[in-house]
């Protein structure tokens, strides 16, 4: 179910980032359920620079749960997920049609973002589950699950290193403020990357 990933450091490539929070309504088709969701989204691809100070946090640890991944998609096929409405309903379409679980197992994980990028381990942090180092990082976004628990939803978007695929992984949090609290580090992470390549 997980693929262990051996330790590299990567460098990052001069990408700005620029974090949102804006309140949208999603339309899920979980019977017709209609849900208001507050979006905190991170997009890499931004010509703008979310403007955080160098000295910002740009380490942390969060405990999140593992919902699942589709992986390998036709990298042209992240052009058209590029707002964070497309990738959402992506993913709840990729849900109904059982490509991914509406919730995730019960073992909590260890997700951590660094400048390096982002990882995610066991809780003891033996094995390392996932590593999204910091330059194929495309979009991250969190947003409300819809299914009434109060559980926000975390979606990263990656591609590889020649940029032929692209993946879409997901992780529950176990709120809101978690959830943007991740983004916000990794902005934080790709400002200080930034400001120290421009030194």
């Known amino acids: 179910m997980f693929r262990k990933v051996k330790k590299r450091h990567s460098s990052s490539s001069s990408q700005s980032s620029e974090i949102s929070t804006k309140s949208k309504s999603v339309d899920s088709s979980l019977g017709g359920l209609s849900r208001s969701s507050t979006v905190a989204s991170l ?9 955080n100070s160098a000295a910002s946090e740009t380490c942390a640890e969060f405990r999140v749960k593992y919902v699942g991944a589709i992986e390998k998609l036709p990298f042209e096929m992240s052009k058209t997920l590029q707002e964070s409405l497309e ?3 992506y993913i709840d379409a990729a849900q109904q049609d059982g490509k991914l679980p509406f919730v995730p197992g019960d073992e909590e994980m260890v997700l951590g973002v660094s400048k390096y990028g982002v990882k995610v381990a066991s809780m003891d942090q033996c094995d390392v589950l996932h590593r999204h180092p910091l330059y194929l990082i495309m979009r991250m976004l969190c947003y409300d699950d819809g299914l009434g628990a ?7 978007k990656t591609t590889d290193a020649k940029q032929q ?8 949090c176990s709120s809101a403020e978690q959830a943007q609290a991740i983004c916000k580090v990794l902005s934080a992470s790709f400002d200080c ?7």
Do not use: M, P, R
């Open 87 to 89: 990738l959402i309903n």
């Open 165 to 172: 695929d692209c993946s879409i992984w997901v992780y529950q």
């Open 193 to 199: 990357v930034l400001t120290s390549e421009k030194s």
């Open 150 to 156: 109060g559980k926000n939803l975390l979606a990263l």
């Open 43 to 51: 997009d890499t691809d931004s010509t703008k620079s979310s403007g």
